[in-house]
């Protein structure tokens, strides 16, 4: 059964208006929505599933709409996560899994984000067998004066350099392929403090890169198995600050 790949950007082109009308014109029947959160958040996820929707909402024919909310705690992204660390860790080092904060008024009014965090966390470290000691979670990119998700990244790298830790590795997994943004808080602002704290001081941001393809491939590899009357659609929205991975579409596209 064919299947027609297309991305769409919440905050740039192609949009996701864009993406959707362009799988109109294929007479597509189904829809499958791939946001490229892992966590859930309504300040991420949320939003793109409104813009489908409200997109879908001027079509005279709805076509059947699958929107995959998250996934966190999938055996298959957690997995693409330990094959991108492990080879960064030494006996030494401490693992640092730093997560884009939101403000903690979010959570209190029901926002699942910090809990699906914790989750992905604790699975990792699981994984990789990593004692308690070994690794910690904490967030990142906080602006403005009201409270976020604690504790924050910048006060715990400051902390482990205090402590004199040799080496932190920093992973990020909120974010599915490697964010500019983050790339220069953790990686730049990060390593570029690290002589003010101590000397030895030394961080690592795990890339990503092949992280999203290891686990798509796994993930909808049971769609190649569906008997479909129709062709089945996918349509991938990203956040416009960050860099398409156009091998992502291309594994798709395999299914």
């Given at each position: 059964v064919p299947v027609h790949v297309v991305a769409g950007m919440r905050y740039g082109e192609p949009s996701i208006s864009s993406a959707?009308?362009?799988l109109r014109t294929y007479g597509i029947k189904r829809i499958i929505t791939l946001p490229l959160f892992p966590q859930y958040s309504g300040t991420t996820t949320g939003?793109?599933?409104k813009a489908v929707l409200s997109e879908l909402h001027t079509w005279r024919e709805v076509p059947t709409l699958?929107?995959?909310r998250d996934y966190h705690d999938h055996h298959a992204y957690v997995q693409a996560l330990v094959n991108r660390i492990q080879k960064h860790l030494t006996k030494n080092s401490h693992l640092l899994i730093s997560f884009h904060g939101i403000p903690l008024s979010y959570k209190i009014a029901g926002d699942p984000y910090e809990s699906q965090c914790q989750k992905t966390a604790k699975l990792v470290a699981h994984t990789l067998g990593l004692n308690p000691e070994d690794w910690s979670i904490a967030y990142q990119s906080r602006f403005g004066a009201q409270e976020w998700l604690r504790p924050y990244t910048e006060e715990e790298?400051?902390?482990y350099g205090q402590e004199k830790t040799s080496q932190v590795n920093v992973v990020c997994p909120g974010f599915a392929v490697d964010c500019l943004e983050t790339l220069d808080e953790i990686?730049?602002?990060g390593a570029h403090r690290k002589g003010i704290w101590y000397n030895q001081f030394k961080t690592n941001k795990v890339k990503t890169e092949r992280m999203l393809e290891e686990f798509v491939e796994k993930y909808f590899s049971n769609l190649a198995q569906?008997?479909?009357e129709h062709s089945g659609e996918i349509t991938a929205p990203l956040a416009s600050r960050r860099k398409t991975n156009y091998k992502?579409?291309?594994a798709l596209a395999k299914i």
């Open positions: 959707l009308a362009q939003t793109i599933v699958t929107i995959i790298l400051i902390r990686a730049h602002e569906e008997k479909q992502l579409f291309l």
